[in-house]
């Protein structure tokens, strides 16, 4: 099993450009999540999934979409890049939403948007 | 999910026992301690967790005191590779994994 991979591993915008980060799973879990990460700072949520089709907002929504089309897959969106949005962004999933089941994480995708 | 309190930084020697404290004071009685760390600019990776009873595996244990207000994580021979990031986290069954906070955590550096 790869467990849950990201791409890209970096990636460099300008201001007001657009993409895409793909996070899948091949542990067949339910839940699904982005988290981004601030130099020195701890994880926050940004947006998770509790199954095909369905999305949620977390704690810092604005500026992402998200889409769930497949359960493997869980896409995170930036439609106009801002420099406030230079972080780390990690993917995590969990077989379920239960308190019991450990968070699997991506190894993580480096954003800079000059 | 009850808040948790950890030291910002700790420091070990190569081969000793790492003990990283954790306070969680105003823990709920069906909430379970949760630990996970994050090795720099990787994804964070999941230790252990507990309710009340002390618990092991093969990469720690974890003391939780009577009371449940405060626990430790016990690297039994800290090596080189477990300087990282400690989060301790704390949160109740069937509550949505993915919105426990991950704090600040602690630091903590193996020296040789």
């Known amino acids: 099993n790869a467990g849950v991979t990201q791409t890209p591993k970096f990636r460099v915008l300008k201001t007001g450009q657009s993409m895409t980060l793909l996070c899948a799973q091949d542990m067949n879990h339910e839940y699904m999540y982005w988290y981004r990460q601030d130099p020195g700072m701890g994880l926050r949520l940004i947006h998770y999934?509790?199954?095909?089709?369905?999305?949620a907002k977390g704690e810092v929504p604005d500026g992402y979409n998200v889409s769930r089309l497949k359960k493997q897959n869980f896409l995170l969106g930036l439609e106009s890049a801002a420099p406030s949005q230079t972080s780390v962004y990690f993917c995590a999933s969990t077989l379920s939403g239960s308190s019991y089941n450990e968070q699997f994480f991506g190894p993580g995708t480096r954003l800079t948007v000059l | 999910d009850a808040k948790t309190t950890q030291p910002t930084s700790m420091d070990c020697a190569e081969g000793r026992a790492a003990n990283l404290p954790c306070n969680h004071s105003?823990?709920?009685?069906?909430?379970?301690v949760y630990w996970y760390r994050q090795i720099h600019s990787q994804g964070p990776q999941y230790i252990i967790h507990?309710?009340?009873n002390n618990e092991t595996n093969e990469m720690a244990s974890l003391i939780i005191t009577e009371d449940r207000k405060s626990s430790t994580l016990i690297l039994p021979h800290a090596t080189l590779r477990d300087t990282a990031v400690y989060y301790c986290?704390?949160?109740?069954?069937?509550?949505?994994?993915?919105?426990?906070?991950f704090g600040d955590g602690t630091t903590l550096t193996v020296k040789p």
């Open positions: 999934s509790v199954g095909e089709g369905t999305t």
């Open positions: 986290i704390v949160r109740a069954p069937n509550t949505n994994a993915g919105k426990s906070t």
């Open positions: 105003t823990i709920s009685g069906n909430e379970y």
């Open positions: 507990g309710l009340k």
